[in-house]
């Protein structure tokens, strides 16, 4: 059965610093890899997905992620955080674009 | 591009009661879905809404428990129904545009079941 580990339920970063969010997934095949962002009182919000090609996709909101098949790992990146990253982080996998398991969440706090 | 409005955006029910969610779009879509968010949990797909007919669902979720209603290309309701403390979650619509387009959220509903 498929499967998708966030590691991190907590991360805290200071504004600027680098923030690098964990995704792990178990499943049959290479599966459509997506992070979402939701923030407080919003809906979730596509950051980024990868279908197939280049392994290093790149998202909005300056987030990239990097799909590692021999790791089965999909992390998510940024190099230089803004308060307004607080949110909370949801990895996703699926067979297609609906059909999603989803990663438990990793809550980003930004400290001044 | 899709916009979803969903409401209502939280709510507090007395047990054994029913709640319907209203998930509205800005414009025509072809696939709309419904998910639940359990507390400190990650989202689940509770069925996926088809216009003109019933709707799919996952398993564990039942059509007596959910049941869904999608009339046009830019509505759908989800009625939570019977509720129980269990039910407690939030509910999200989401919308998709077309195949292999990405997939919208709502808002989401915080439903709390006293």
């Known amino acids: 059965a498929q499967s998708v580990t966030q590691p991190d339920i907590h991360i805290t970063v200071s504004e600027g610093a680098s923030l690098e969010l964990r995704c792990n997934y178990s499943y049959g095949a290479t599966p459509y890899l997506f992070w979402y962002v939701q923030s407080p009182g919003q809906g979730l919000q596509l950051l980024l997905k990868y279908f197939s090609g280049d392994t290093l996709v790149q998202g909005i909101k300056g987030f990239e992620a990097e799909f590692k098949r021999s790791q089965s790992s999909f992390n998510l990146r940024k190099p230089s955080v803004h308060w307004s990253d607080a949110a909370e982080y949801f990895c996703?996998?699926?067979?297609?674009?609906?059909?999603?398991?989803f990663g438990a969440g990793t809550t980003v706090t930004v400290r001044a | 591009s899709a916009v979803i409005s969903q409401k209502p955006s939280r709510d507090i029910c007395q047990r054994g009661t029913s709640l319907t969610i209203q998930c509205q779009v800005d414009?025509?879509?072809?696939?709309m879905f419904w998910y639940r968010q359990q507390p400190g949990q990650s989202l689940t797909l509770i069925a996926t809404?088809?216009?003109?007919?019933?709707?799919?669902?996952e398993s564990g979720f039942v059509i007596d428990k959910f049941p869904i209603s999608r009339p046009n290309l830019t509505f759908s309701t989800l009625t939570v129904s019977n509720m129980s403390p269990e039910d407690s979650s939030i509910y999200l619509c989401s919308a998709q545009t077309g195949i292999n387009e990405k997939l919208f959220f709502g808002s989401g509903t915080q439903l709390s079941v006293l």
């Open positions: 809404a088809n216009q003109g007919s019933e709707a799919t669902y």
């Open positions: 414009s025509q879509v072809t696939m």
């Open positions: 996703a996998v699926g067979l297609n674009d609906y059909k999603l398991s």
